[in-house]
């Protein structure tokens, strides 16, 4: 799983924040090889965010370079008021959105979606690791999450997948929302208790 | 904003702000509990309402935890791929530039000769408007000057009013 920070993890956040300004300066003026470091510096976690609302791999890709083509064609425009980061995550929460809505389905993840690589991963972790499942619980207990987080509304969920899936802070959040970090903590807490509910309901209902 | 947490008291709000600060490794409610500070643990462990908290934000955590095993990752061809699709978008860009340009070449000969027609016949018209107007010009300073030559005199008319006065008087 990626780490929120793919790279760099030893910088701080405004040493960081700081280079990213200097790339996007350099990217606005033309300069390719700065946009495409921004690119490897921010794909982890922009997967890590299409993933956690979409979960078909080619989707998932799809948005991705969507999302950094948009980007690069609209940079100039960008003011670098907010953090690059915060603006690149915008762009890809909102374009998971408009294509959940262009399909009106929330599409689950199967396991022909699974590339060769990631069902590699899954199968030697079986081996290894006790705490590790094998492809078609991990396929379950996806379908089984997926299930419980039904109960809330696109933006309560995407919500929810950030921080408690993607480790993004309250802050973050509200800023690829465009909402304020009050509001944000509210619905979290709102969501958490919805889901908390209906996975109890489901548990009595199992005789768990 | 309306929206609140319904908790009411202004600890509940710090238990709660509390655990949105959380690490995700802090994972079962003891460790949830025990992560937090000394007052908020007190509160937490004494109030109904914040031990439900803790109970959903701990339920939560667990029922999403496995996701995070599952979260996809970019493969080392992403950024080239990506860098590929901004050349091949950049370009088309200029084909469609170029082609409209073509295609303004492509039309100049017609455009030319379409320019050169409307130039003769808008010449021809300019020249057919004149020529009938000086036409109608020559007929008016005619017709003038006609009205001028026919019509009598003042000094003449004087003369008739004065010959008439003249034999009239006794």
Known sequence: ???????????TGEVRQEADRELVRRAQQGDKQAFEVLVRKHQGRVFAVAGGILHSREDVEDIAQQVFLKAYFSIKRFDQRAAFST??????????WDLLRK???????YEADLSEEQAHTYQSREAGGEDALDVSQQLETRQQVEQWLDC???KDRTMLVLKEVQGFTVEEIAGIMGLNGNTVKVRLFRARQR????IRRKKRAAGV | MSETRRMGRPECDEVLNELEELKAEELNSGEVLGALTGGSKRHAVGCEDCRSA???FVTTREALWPMRAMALEAGPWFAARVMADVRAAENEIEEKKEGLWISVRRLAPRLVAFAALLLVLGGTWAMELRRRESATGQVEVRQAEGLFENAPSAQLND???ATAAEGTRP
Request: charged residues 40%; hydrophobic residues 40%; contains cysteine.
């Open chain 1, 195 to 198: 889901v908390a509910e209906r």
């Open chain 1, 103 to 109: 399909r009106k389905v929330r599409p689950l993840m």
């Open chain 1, 87 to 96: 603006w690149l995550y915008k762009i890809t929460v909102n374009e998971c």
């Open chain 1, 152 to 154: 809330l509304d696109e």
């Open chain 2, 54 to 56: 803790v109970d959903d």
């Open chain 1, 1 to 11: 799983m990626p780490e929120p920070a793919t790279e760099g993890r030893a910088e």
């Open chain 2, 159 to 161: 003369d008739i009013l």
